[in-house]
């Protein structure tokens, strides 16, 4: 049954690998772009009013030589100039409108769908995180969702414009000599059979140029996140061979491009001089009764069929780009969020807690991560996990603030299961200290109250720093609790981050506590004020701790040793000390001597 499951979520998220037509994806898009009818409206008007003004400058041609010219109509010739000035003015006109009428739709809709795709990003279960990396995400947010602007904008103005253009180019012949335009019925099909083809060869390699650029991404965020790591261990060429090979890929997969985007003009504009060189033959037929003008007319109108059919068979690219790009994007959408139908809201919960036959299993993996966890935390009590690494300590306190959901079995808050709570419920009742503390790129009174600003006062604030011991180290930098802590907290000490993030939980002032190992990673005398921090946070609450260090759970009210996914004893420190044998007796051991 597991492996089912497993395999149904690959599948599920192998969707946004999955190619769809063109029309499928541009469907989806639509109701961004519905949302701006009456601009979309307006532009569409002045698109192919810019096309009337370009078709009429040519069909002037033939007045021009027939009337004005052959016949001498002196008339005409004092209304042609007005005519040019008013034809070339509404071009202008039209041409400015609709370009700032469709850049205004494009952008609306580029940051609608960005905003979607990070509030989907916010959303998103913690399991969409394992299987994604940070670089190919970003690449997502922004390099996909520019290439929409392309489809939405740049595109759009090409295939209306051009496609209306070419409408009335084909009027214009047919109109001054059907005889001569019977070519434009042969080569249509032809150029249609081409535009169709390309576009699918388009489309598939913008899908790999969209994945070339993820690994860039990804590839690059590596590089500045590890950086440390990567002149200490000395692996710079080694990085470089990679991003060289990730980089290399992303430029052969845009040549591919390139050379099918200049190819495809080429072949178009081939076929439509055979169509020139049909209507000059045909016009060289002396029973046909043409005039000067409209063989201009019919010539220059086959002549400007090239430059719209060149410009809608090179900005396929980047519709289908954007077509390619789109479809990424809503199958990212279509993705499942959390699963929050908890409909029970408690503003403060007791804080007992009972795992009852508990099993689960990550989706990547074909066994099963903990099995059949059994334990009550009474309200206000401690326990603590511990076990080697890789047991399942951290799985069980990721499931009490579901960042996953159990395979099987159930967890109790208060006698609530937690599925029938909403997460926003449960994980206001839950306050969480881990190794590995994340702050923002804010001020240190902004970290605090992460999650609360502006609900908490200064004094609340400064109050949580002192009960963490961190008020002091604070107060030493130049601005104090208004002090930029860097990306990632970078400027802070691994034991100054540790105490904002206890900060953070007492000010919370949750009923529950899960503490993953927050001192492991500390020199001693960071511990110990750690620990005197830790002692203070978990007055009055429900803690589950996860220990590295023996010592900083001997107070536990109970302690359960895992090993292998499942409980194998349980007791106080002094109760499992003293089982000559046990797990933990050996675990104890073994740290004493180290």
């Known amino acids: ?243 060289e090979k990730v980089n290399n890929k992303f430029r052969r997969d845009s040549m591919r491009l390139t050379s099918v985007s200049a190819l495809s003009t080429p072949i178009v504009q081939l076929v439509i001089s055979f169509a020139i060189a049909f209507v000059l033959v045909t016009a060289s037929d002396p029973n046909l009764n043409i005039t000067p003008g409209e063989f201009t007319v019919v010539f220059s109108s086959l002549i400007a069929l090239m430059q719209p059919i060149k410009n809608l068979t090179s900005v396929n690219a980047g519709f289908q780009k954007g077509m390619a790009a789109c479809q990424t994007l809503f199958a990212i959408l279509e993705q499942p969020i959390e699963n929050d139908k908890g409909i029970i809201n408690i503003d403060r919960v007791k804080g007992s807690v009972i795992f009852n036959n508990v099993s689960f299993g990550y989706e990547t993996r074909q066994d099963l991560a903990i099995r059949n966890i059994n334990f009550t935390i009474p309200a206000g009590k401690t326990v603590a996990l511990v076990g080697r690494s890789g047991s399942g300590k951290t799985t069980i306190a990721s499931l009490l603030a579901r960042f996953y959901d159990v395979s099987q079995g159930e967890i109790l808050i208060d006698g609530y299961n937690i599925q029938d709570l909403s997460l926003y419920c449960l994980r206001n009742q839950i306050g969480l200290v881990s190794q590995n503390v994340h702050l923002f790129n804010d001020t240190i ?6 999650g609360r600003i502006g609900e908490y006062s200064e004094e609340q604030i400064e109050e949580a720093a002192k009960k963490a011991y961190a008020y002091d180290f604070i107060m030493n930098f130049k601005d104090g609790f208004n002090t930029k802590v860097g990306e990632s907290g970078i400027l802070l000490s691994g034991g100054q981050r540790q105490r904002i993030s206890i900060a953070r939980a007492l000010l919370r002032n949750s009923p529950i506590l899960i503490l993953d190992e927050a001192t492991s990673a500390l020199d001693t005398e960071s511990e110990q004020v750690i620990q005197r921090a830790l002692e203070v946070l978990q007055k009055g609450r429900t803690a589950l701790v996860i220990a590295h260090r023996l010592s900083t759970i001997e107070n536990a009210d109970t302690i359960l040793v895992i090993d292998n996914g499942q409980i194998v004893e349980q007791g106080s420190h002094n109760e499992l000390i003293h089982k000559h044998g046990g797990l933990y007796r050996n675990l104890y051991d073994l740290k004493n001597k180290s």
């Open 1 to 243: 049954m597991k492996q089912n499951i497993n395999q149904n979520n690959k599948e599920k998220y192998n969707e946004i690998d999955k190619d769809s037509s063109t029309w499928k994806t541009f469907l989806k898009l639509f109701p961004y772009i519905l949302r701006y009818k009456f601009v979309l409206f307006l532009s569409i008007i002045l698109l192919i009013l810019s096309a009337f003004a370009d078709t009429s400058l040519i069909a002037l041609l033939r007045p021009l030589l027939d009337l004005g010219f052959t016949m001498n109509d002196k008339e005409f010739l004092f209304m042609a100039p007005i005519y040019i000035f008013s034809l070339v003015l509404l071009r202008g006109v039209a041409n400015y409108g609709y370009s700032v009428f469709l850049a205004f739709v494009s952008g609306k809709i580029v940051m609608k769908i960005r905003q979607k795709l990070f509030d989907h990003f916010v959303d998103a279960p913690v399991s969409y995180y394992d299987k994604n990396s940070t670089g190919r995400l970003l690449s997502r947010i922004i390099y996909d969702t520019d290439q929409v602007a392309a489809s939405s904008s740049d595109a759009l103005i090409t295939i209306i414009r051009e496609s209306a253009f070419i409408c009335g180019l084909f009027y214009t012949m047919f109109y001054n000599s059907w005889q001569l335009s019977l070519s434009l019925i042969i080569i249509t099909p032809i150029v249609i059979g081409l535009i169709t083809f390309i576009s699918v060869k388009f489309r598939k390699l913008a899908k790999n140029m969209q994945n070339s650029m993820g690994n860039v991404t990804m590839s690059v965020e590596q590089m500045l996140k590890g950086h440390r790591e990567i002149i200490v261990f000395g692996a710079q060429e080694e990085e470089l061979k990679n991003f």
């Open 445 to 450: 009174a902004n970290n605090i109250a992460y």
